[in-house]
C-alpha cells in the first residue's frame, strides 16, 4: 500500500474488493491506499493502511459509540460520538479531534478540523436497487484537502468514513423491512 503522504492525485475512488459488498479497497491511478472489510457483517470492521491496521466496533445500547483501536489492542486508540443526523465526533486519546458532518447541496459528509475546516470529503454513488457490487466497481470518491505530511491521518479517516457511511446504511436497511437482503452500498 501507498500512504497518502507520497501521492500527487487529490482524489481517492472506495471500490468493492468483494462480489458482496464485504470489502472495500481504496485507490488512486498511483496504487492501493487502504482496505475496509467487516468482520461480523453487523458492525465490526477491520482497516488497514500503510500506517497500521485498526478495528472499528459499535458498542453500546443507549449510549452508542464506536471504538477505534489498533489491531490486537486491548484499549481505544479513538472514540467516535455520534449526535443528530448522523454527524458526531471523533476523539483520539492523544487530544486529536474531528467533526463529522454532511455538506450541503449533496456534496457527500466530511471530516472537519477543530477550526471547521474541511479536511476530507467522502462521497458515495447512489445505490442501484437490487444490484451487488461487483469486484473493480467504484462506489464512492474521497476528496483530499491537505497536502503532504499533513495527509498521514488521511487513510485512516477515509477508512473510518467509508465505516461510518456503510453502518448508517446498514441501519437504515434494518430499519425499513422492505430493504431485507440488500445491500450494504
Known amino acids: 500500500m501507498k500512504p497518502l503522504t507520497d501521492v500527487g492525485t487529490d482524489i481517492l475512488e472506495w471500490r468493492a474488493a468483494l462480489p458482496l459488498g464485504s470489502a472495500f479497497e481504496l485507490a488512486s491511478a498511483e496504487g492501493l491506499h487502504a482496505t475496509l472489510a467487516w468482520s461480523d457483517g453487523e458492525t465490526l470492521a477491520t482497516a488497514e493502511t500503510p500506517e497500521g491496521t485498526w478495528t472499528f466496533k459499535r458498542v453500546g445500547v443507549l449510549g452508542?459509540?464506536?471504538?477505534?483501536?489498533?489491531?490486537?489492542?486491548?484499549?481505544?486508540l479513538a472514540e467516535f460520538h455520534p449526535h443528530a443526523f448522523g454527524r458526531g465526533r471523533l476523539a483520539f486519546r492523544d487530544g486529536?479531534?474531528?467533526?463529522?458532518a454532511t455538506l450541503h447541496h449533496h456534496l457527500?459528509?466530511?471530516?472537519?478540523?477543530v477550526e471547521g475546516n474541511e479536511m476530507l470529503r467522502l462521497q458515495p454513488w447512489?445505490?442501484?436497487?437490487?444490484?451487488r457490487p461487483e469486484p473493480g466497481m467504484v462506489l464512492g470518491r474521497v476528496v483530499l484537502e491537505g497536502r503532504g505530511a499533513a495527509r498521514w491521518r488521511d487513510a485512516f479517516l477515509?477508512?473510518?468514513?467509508?465505516?461510518?457511511?456503510l453502518l448508517?446504511?446498514?441501519?437504515?436497511?434494518?430499519e425499513d423491512p422492505a430493504l431485507e437482503g440488500a445491500n450494504l452500498i
Open 64 to 76: 452508542k459509540r464506536i471504538t477505534l483501536r489498533e489491531a490486537g489492542a486491548h484499549g481505544n
Open 96 to 100: 486529536a479531534a474531528f467533526d463529522w
Open 108 to 113: 457527500g459528509w466530511a471530516f472537519l478540523d
Open 126 to 131: 447512489p445505490d442501484t436497487p437490487g444490484h
Open 158 to 165: 477515509a477508512a473510518f468514513g467509508w465505516y461510518l457511511l
Open 168 to 174: 448508517a446504511k446498514h441501519d437504515a436497511h434494518l
